[in-house]
């Protein structure tokens, strides 16, 4: 066997000793030297975020506290492995694979016990050479250079590459749908299914209608992809994405519900399960996997405290207060000193005081979960925010409420599913419509001074232009709408008038805060793709 | 008391949770006798070999109850993926690799580097490893595994030189558990263990399947694996 190991720093996590110095010997006859070792799934977090490992390998079950699949999520939540590294779980069944999907992170590959040298040589050697060969791509795809990702990826598919040909059409696809150019994604998918029928160039047609904006077609892709592939989970994900998009809450309940029969171990689809049930009211199914995601959550990168605030606000609304203060409890204990717990916690009780009719207790809460509220600092999540504005308009402090509501409404004026849970939550005090005219009002000043930045530059006025977007936004942080109508402006700006360093600099800082609040890939996508393009024309003429 | 319902619904717990004890200590036993093995390099122990292959034996007919126990209760599936035939092939060698050396039966391999194959690949390298240690059986000392393409399928098929395959295994219909021969030895077993496999490959219109027959280039019993 090949040496492949040499030089490469290589982490065992395995509970059980004698298994660990088992795997340790393997390692040594493919010329491994720097190994080291982690009994649990802390201390291999730990250990990753010492070293930048190329090689893990996990044991799936680690006894008490995180198992395989956990130490994954959280290591590529944050940040603690690299796309170079081959993360393996050791499982003792081999069907592990089937309970994960796309909401899940995904090893790059599962091995089953027991196993020999010879099949982790094969498993290592397999990773490890097709992350070398597509390395390059996913490093300018992490930067955002999506222009030099599918030249990179071109290069690669014109060279003599049989065994990762496959992977790199799937991965052209991808990137041509994510810059918007869906007839060479369309026809990359097609060609693979005229070859073999493949769950996921189906779903790549499936997200290009989507992208597209056709939901209709995209959903017709996705069911026809579930009829003949039911155990493919991401056909799940995307059909429920597609029934969300167009408000359709029962089928998105009834979609994500089949998944997670399917999946019960997913912490991420329990909770959108158990938030739209709880949406369309449907108590008992949110109930029941809410109670999931608190109990998946314990050693989980996703646990979370409005799980339980969330199951605690479903049993107030049933009348089972008992339930819900267990459960606030509950939570006091697994998230000490946390303010936003706290404050989730204080919140809630301020109604469930308000409901046993002790109007003094439920001021104080209320008192208090606006104090904490205020020391957060802007940092108090959106929902929880609604919470807090729902508790003033029930003790009638209107007043405070559209202090609140007025800063959430503007902040998400273009986050429409957002609005409606605003509408929801006025109609659930009693006041529907009450903030209507604010929402209303705040999309005309925001069309308005779109349109009026635009019109402005194409006068022109680019300065002028940008100057009234810095000001909408100092009033509107966050807004999606116009960052990337800044970011427009600022690409033609570049293509017209030419390029300099400062302009170059002012669109990175666009992008990198584009990232930061979370537009849609896909919507980036495309302008990213300029972007690269006039950074490589920029290049090009330097160097000349 | 425990109802009936209830032991249902207990019977999968309680063998996922034994499987993966018996499996622990399976990879815990397969690994002492490699390091004593390792220990005994330069005078290497029949016995040992013997152990290691036993241990094997009780790793791969466990795994096959567990597969055919999914299949039964229609919680089988694969997960398929695009890999190096020759992967799969030396994969299925070198776990049966302990035998082959107890035996001193040369196994040679031909297969083109460049060859795909589209399949589950723990499934499908320990099919062909159940093959491969029925071939080892028979044979007098050489085997022969091989993949090529064939007809819109990936062929692989495992040669032995042994005596070649009863008349009456010829005669039957691998598929059919009834027409199987469960009591002479695990061959009958291995065969239908890996039609079930086969047949779960699918593309298109194009189902997997099991040939089997005595035309091997090393004169004895022919086996061949056709993937769509």
């Known amino acids: ?544 | 008391m425990i109802s009936g319902e209830k032991q249902d619904a207990l019977f999968p717990l309680i063998l996922g949770s034994t499987v993966h004890d018996i499996k622990n200590s399976l990879g815990i036993l397969l690994s002492l006798i490699q390091q004593i093995s390792v220990k005994h390099a330069a005078e290497p122990l029949d016995e040992i070999r013997q152990l290691e292959f036993e241990a094997n034996r009780i790793n791969h007919s466990l795994m096959q109850l567990l597969v055919m126990y999914k299949i039964d209760s229609n919680k089988f599936s694969l997960t398929e993926d695009e890999y190096a035939a020759l992967d799969l092939i030396n994969e299925a060698k070198a776990q049966q690799d302990p035998f082959s050396r107890l035996q001193n039966i040369d196994v040679r391999i031909e297969c083109d580097e460049d060859l795909l194959c589209y399949c589950d690949y723990q499934q499908i390298s320990n099919a062909l490893g159940t093959v491969l240690n029925n071939a080892q059986r028979y044979s007098h000392g050489a085997v022969l595994i091989s993949a090529s393409e064939a007809d819109g399928y990936l062929r692989f098929c495992i040669e032995d030189d042994g005596q070649g395959y009863p008349p009456h295994l010829l005669r039957a219909d691998l598929s059919n558990p009834a027409e199987v021969d469960w009591v002479r030895g695990n061959t009958g077993l291995g065969l239908y263990f890996v039609a079930a496999i086969a047949g779960f490959h699918k593309n298109r219109d194009k189902i997997g399947f099991v040939e089997i027959d005595n035309h091997s280039r090393l004169g004895g019993a022919r086996f061949c694996l056709y993937l769509p």
């Not at chain 1, 799936?60 to 395989?68: A, E, I, Q, V």
């Not at chain 1, 991808?174 to 869906?182: I, N, P, R």
């Not at chain 1, 109007?359 to 807090?388: F, M, R, V, W, Y």
């Open chain 1, 1 to 544: 066997m090949k040496p492949i190991l040499a030089g490469k720093s290589i982490l065992i996590v395995e509970d059980y000793p004698t298994m660990r110095k088992a795997i340790r010997n393997m390692l040594y006859t493919l010329d491994a030297d720097l190994i080291t070792e982690a009994d649990n799934g802390e201390n291999a977090l730990l250990a990753m975020s010492k070293t930048n490992f190329d090689v893990v390998l996990c044991d799936y079950n680690l006894g008490p506290g995180k198992n395989g699949q956990q130490v994954l999520e959280e290591a590529r939540q944050q940040k603690l492995i690299g796309y170079h590294c081959v993360f393996i779980i050791i499982a003792s069944e081999q069907s592990a694979s089937m309970v994960l999907g796309a909401m899940d992170s995904k090893p790059d590959e599962y091995l089953a016990k027991p196993f020999n040298a010879q099949q982790l040589f094969v498993r290592l050697e397999r990773n490890l050479s097709r992350k070398a060969l597509l390395n390059t791509i996913e490093k300018e795809v992490e930067r955002g250079n999506l222009a030099q990702a599918i030249q990179q990826c071109d290069k690669l598919l014109a060279g003599n590459h049989k065994k990762v040909r496959t992977h790199l059409l799937k991965m052209r696809a991808e990137l041509a749908t994510l810059v918007g150019d869906f007839d060479t994604g369309r026809r990359i998918y097609t060609e693979i299914l005229r070859e073999r029928d493949l769950p996921w160039a189906r779903l790549g047609l499936g997200v290009i209608q989507f992208q597209a904006g056709d939901f209709a077609g995209a959903a017709a892709y996705f069911e026809e992809l579930l009829h003949v592939h039911p155990m493919f989970l991401e056909g799940y994900d995307w059909l429920s994405k597609v029934y969300e998009a167009e408000d359709k809450l029962h089928e998105v309940q009834e979609v994500v519900n089949q998944a997670v029969d399917l999946s019960p171990q997913s912490i991420l689809r329990q909770k959108k399960l158990a938030e739209t049930a709880d949406k369309i009211g449907n108590v008992e199914v949110a109930e029941k996997a809410y109670k999931a995601a608190v109990s998946l959550g314990k050693n989980s990168i996703y646990k979370s405290c409005s799980d339980f605030t969330n199951l605690a606000k479903l049993y107030a609304r049933t009348h089972a207060e008992d339930d819900a203060l267990k459960t606030l409890a509950l939570m006091r204990k697994e998230f000490r000193e946390d303010p936003e717990a706290e404050l989730r916690a204080t919140t809630l009780e301020a109604e469930l005081h308000q409901n046993s009719g002790n109007s003094e207790q439920a001021g104080l809460c209320l008192q208090k979960a606006l104090l904490l509220h205020q020391q957060l600092g802007g940092n108090t999540p959106k929902d929880l925010q609604l919470d807090i504005a729902r508790g003033c308009f029930l003790q009638d402090k209107a007043g405070q409420a559209e202090a609140i509501l007025g800063g959430l409404i503007k902040t998400h004026i273009d986050d429409d599913q957002f609005l409606d849970d605003v509408r929801r939550m006025q109609s659930s005090v009693g006041m529907a419509n009450h903030s209507e005219d604010l929402i209303q009002n705040t999309k005309r000043a925001l069309v308005a001074t779109n349109n009026k930045g635009v019109s402005l530059y194409k006068q022109g006025k680019f300065k002028e232009a940008m100057a009234l977007f810095e000001q909408a936004i100092a009033s509107m942080p966050d807004n999606k709408t116009i960052i990337i109508n800044m970011l427009k402006i600022t690409l033609h700006d570049l293509k017209a008038n030419g390029i300099d360093e400062e302009k170059l600099l002012r669109a990175q800082a666009l992008f990198k805060k584009a990232r930061q609040i979370q537009i849609d890939r896909h919507k980036l996508g495309n302008l990213q793709m300029e972007f690269s393009n006039l950074l490589r024309q920029y290049h090009e003429g330097a160097k000349i």
